[in-house]
């Protein structure tokens, strides 16, 4: 993906003049946002002066840079600002010409390159990537097997997917994509030991000092879908990615971990579900059902534990968030797996009650797509499908680590 990529080659600067104490440190009350907003501002400068240019070389990029800053004052680019805003205002619309399509299609691409730091008055598309509608296709999958009986909508009539896929694919893409950057972030402080204490180091204050959902917000707001409730989950999703890098990073560190930010953060986690929902309730134009949400965020808990233990070993490599591995930090090897049952018996206990205020016919549906997900990968959707399975727990994760590389 080409934001993707821009973000990284940005990323990759910040970290070199972080490193190397390039950036002055002279403005001992600067805030944490002011040096984002100046490391940020260097990067681009020094990735500017690294693309071609005709003949010259960097050697004669500095000379005239040295050359010309001395020279350069306040009033000078205020002057070169409000030309350029007064020339852009003379500008007459075009609307039918070729070069006009262009220089929109254009800027659209480059402005969804970087969707963090853009405005919503600064013409802001939000845009996705293939990968992430690839990454995003099995999400798409199990919700329309799982989550359209909720909606009397039946998986094997194309119509009732494909009426509704445009937006619920290009939603569940775009938060692929978010959640790509903030794996990213939580990777790196693997390698970057200079981050603070929550985790919310340089680089990623560079990539979510704005709001990463901002831009899905405004398509929706614009397509009339976003209501209250979807802002609220798109609040959630934030809260999640924030746990998950200050949780990851204090594991790290061997720093204490509180259950409260744990449990919370495994409940937060299944938010793209809960937004595709409440889009589809609002897409059909009918009032959301309470009832459902309520048994739906429980079997969610169930489903992403299960998923957690399935892919316990693959999140210590990789520094992820898991379930297992937060509960082994906070009550230790021995301990977290008694801990952790204790959870999941709760949470089925919540499952089986709720479940018999459903409507029998869709309890009894809903239950066979559980089975059927069982058997297709593993994952437990409640208490009938058997045993939980929850693997030997990893003791030193930087052993663990060290012999799989």
Known sequence: MEELRRLEKLQSVVSVISSRGLLSSSSSSASD?????????????????VQPCGDLNIDSKILLVSDFIPKVSGPFLDEISS???????????????????KSCAKRSFMDSADPHTLEK????????GLDAMKRANSTLEDFSRSYFMFHQLEISEPQSIFRYLPVLSFTESYIYQMDALNEKIVSESQVNMQSSSHGWNVESRVLFETD???????????????????????????????????????????????????????????????????????????????????????????????????????????NSFNVLRMFVGMFGPSNAPTELAKRISEAEEKYEEIMKSLDPHLSSKYQRRCEEATKEGGKVCGPSLGTWNIPAVISDEDAYRAAHR
């Open 212 to 318: 990463p959902l901002k831009p899905l917000g405004d398509v929706l707001e614009r397509e009339g879908l976003l209501t209250q409730r979807i802002q609220q989950e798109f609040k959630s999703g934030k809260e999640y990615w924030a746990l998950e890098r200050k949780l990851c990073h204090a594991l790290l560190n061997k720093n204490k971990i509180c259950v409260e930010d744990v449990m919370r953060a495994i409940h937060l986690k299944s938010f793209d579900y809960r937004v595709l929902n409440l889009l589809l309730y609002k897409l059909r134009g009918v009032e959301v059902n309470e009832l459902h949400m309520e048994f739906l965020s429980v079997s969610e808990f169930l489903v992403e534990v299960a998923d957690d233990l399935f892919d316990y070993e693959d999140d210590v490599l990789e």
């Open 121 to 128: 008055d600064q013409g802001v598309v939000a845009m996705v």
């Open 83 to 101: 030309s350029i805003q007064r020339d852009d205002e003379a500008k007459p619309l075009i609307t039918n010409s070729v070069e006009s399509q």
């Open 33 to 49: 946002l002011d040096a984002s907003t100046s490391s940020r501002f260097l990067s681009e400068l020094v990735l500017f002066l």
